[in-house]
């Protein structure tokens, strides 16, 4: 099922991709358009609270996506800690995520994240994620902020829940005070005279 399901997520991505290719409006190419809203956004450090020996409890992962207006829309990949448990339960995972621009004040912005996914070879396979956090765009087209969230895994006898505070890294274009993007790249329609 699992396998499946990853297969069916990829070729679906694939064919996406392959799509952008074929189609030209006004001499851009949509797959031009299409790069220019992709994100990437990454947790190098997350650590959960409660005891626990550090190896258990930090908890990374990166993400890849696409940004509509204020929402971004991808899936992570990660690990739940930097070893298995004492039970030999798996710890990387794969998540669909919704981030959305809840305020925004200059570079300083607050979001609220939703997730789901599975944590694979794993008793509590259920990951549910929501998460806020404050983000401030610094350069360009980069930014940093800090994130803290619930993260629930659960299973079939068994569940875990999490508090979670960590620092993250996002690519991608600028938002301006309305949340939406800047320099998405609106056609210009040519008017002859």
Not at 71 to 88: H, N, P, S, W
Not at 132 to 150: D, N
């Amino acid at each position: 099922m699992r396998t499946c399901f990853l297969i069916v997520l990829l070729f679906c991505l694939e064919s996406s991709l392959q799509a952008q290719n074929y189609f030209v409006k006004d001499s851009v190419k949509i797959k031009e358009k299409f790069l220019k809203t992709v994100y990437f956004r990454t947790m190098p450090l997350g650590i959960y609270t409660g005891a626990g020996y550090l190896k258990d409890r930090i908890t990374q992962n990166i993400e890849i996506g696409k940004t509509f207006g204020m929402i971004d829309v991808g899936l992570a990949l990660g690990q739940t800690a930097l070893r298995k448990d004492t039970l030999g339960n798996g710890k990387n995972f794969l998540e669909a995520k919704i981030t959305m621009d809840i305020c925004q004040y200059g570079i300083f912005s607050n979001e609220m994240t939703i997730g789901a996914g599975e944590v694979f070879n794993s008793q509590n396979f259920l990951m549910l994620e929501i998460s806020y956090t404050i983000y401030a765009q610094f350069w360009k087209r980069c930014g940093m902020g800090i994130v803290t969230g619930y993260i629930d895994y659960s299973g079939n006898t068994t569940d875990a829940s999490h508090n979670m505070f960590g620092l993250f890294l996002r690519y991608g274009l600028l938002r301006p005070e309305n949340g939406g993007l800047i320099n998405i790249g609106r056609m210009a329609r040519h008017m002859h005279h």
